[in-house]
């Protein structure tokens, strides 16, 4: 995740939105906004966390509905975006460089970007099932 030098609303709220989504109340609740790394939160049933240990970003993890709610664009996306933002700030903020590279745009399996794409893999050879030829 995008993030300056401390958490702000939007990303408050998709921290909220990832631990509704878990089934959990938000720790901290809108004590969120403003807070400096470094700092962690974990959900108390283990179904999500953000850690934000130094200015310029937060990681995510999670369980499916936990990450679908916090990253509704996908990793995949965030990731890519992430990669782009950490370009763009290298002379600034060059460790961003770093933490790029160790979370690279390629989709896990179970992203749906990466299923879109072997899909499309799979249509150059032979027709696909339930696609009209």
Request: hydrophobic share 40%; aromatic share 4%; charged share 20%.
């Amino acid at each position: 995740m995008l993030v300056g030098s401390r958490l702000d609303a939007a990303l408050a709220r998709r921290i909220a939105a990832g631990c509704r989504a878990a089934g959990v109340d938000v720790p901290g609740g809108d004590k969120l906004v403003g807070v400096r790394p470094p700092w962690a939160l974990s959900t108390p049933n283990g179904e999500g966390s953000v850690r934000f240990p130094e200015p310029g970003y937060a990681l995510n993890s999670g369980t499916p509905r936990f990450m679908a709610a916090a990253v509704p664009e996908g990793a995949a996306e965030a990731r890519a975006r992430f990669s782009r933002y950490a370009r763009t700030l290298a002379r600034r903020l060059p460790h961003l460089l770093a933490v790029a590279a160790a979370h690279p745009t390629t989709p896990a399996p179970e992203d749906g970007t990466a299923r879109q794409l072997a899909l499309i893999r799979a249509s150059g050879s032979g027709p696909a099932e339930g696609v009209p030829s």
